[in-house]
């Protein structure tokens, strides 16, 4: 099948503690994306990538690191510095060129 | 930063009823997409229209734009409850460039009352 996986599909932490999300897709796109969605809002860009080896911040990036070695993978890693990790996390992928993007199922973190 | 704001904020209609919703947007586009997200799952994508276009068709959907008025509207025709879920809009300044991203607004939910 393809498509994205992200993994967990629900995580708790503890507050003051690191968390990776992880994102695969195996669709061969280029570019993959970071988002998160808190209750009743849309969704808010935190770091994207159009290559391998590069990333660019978005609009909420503090206190969110990520890496892109392969093309495949895109983890999230949410640090502690990050005042409100709560909050559902959707990533996407996108052919170069392409507009439309596709998205995983998300991962929904909770940190007590 | 959000650019589009979709309005209502909430939507409850019967089984067979149309549903419209609206998209504003601030900025200039070169294409305006709307995306259906079920509870608690990812968003997918409906269809995309781009800024020379004034309408388009899928199925169902009927998507209008009005880049005078910065506005876009989603119409769902014969509206089912599976139709049930979150709708929103997402702008993009330019097409598929190295710098691509796209900006959502915060979404209308739909109800279709069986």
């Known amino acids: 099948d393809g498509g994205i996986t992200q993994s967990p599909k629900y995580l708790f932490r503890k507050e003051g503690q690191n968390v990776t999300l992880s994102c695969e897709q195996n669709?061969?796109?280029?570019?993959m994306y970071w988002y998160r969605q808190d209750p009743g809002q849309g969704l808010r860009l935190i770091y994207y990538s159009q290559i391998v080896n590069d990333f660019q911040k978005g609009d909420i990036a503090e206190g969110y690191s990520v890496s892109r070695e392969k093309k495949e993978s895109f983890p999230l890693t949410v640090t502690s510095a990050q005042k409100n990790p709560t909050a559902f996390y959707l990533c996407?992928?996108?052919?170069?060129?392409?507009?439309?993007?596709?998205f995983g199922p998300g991962t929904r973190l909770t940190v007590l | 930063s959000q650019q589009g704001e979709e309005d209502p904020q909430a939507l409850s209609i019967q089984e067979g009823e149309n549903a419209t919703m609206n998209c504003s947007y601030k900025t200039s586009i070169n294409n305006l997409q709307w995306y259906r997200q079920n509870s608690g799952r990812g968003l997918v994508h409906l269809i995309l229209i781009r800024s020379n276009e004034r309408e388009k068709h899928s199925g169902r959907l009927r998507v209008t734009l009005d880049t005078s008025k910065k506005s876009s509207s989603l119409l769902i025709t014969a509206s089912r409850a599976a139709d049930t879920a979150s709708y929103f809009c997402?702008?993009?300044?330019?097409?598929?460039?190295?710098?691509?991203?796209?900006?959502f607004g915060k979404g209308t939910l739909l109800t279709v009352n069986p």
């Open positions: 669709l061969n796109h280029d570019a």
């Open positions: 997402a702008t993009a300044s330019d097409s598929g460039g190295s710098n691509y991203k796209l900006t």
């Open positions: 996407a992928s996108r052919q170069g060129g392409a507009d439309t993007q596709y």
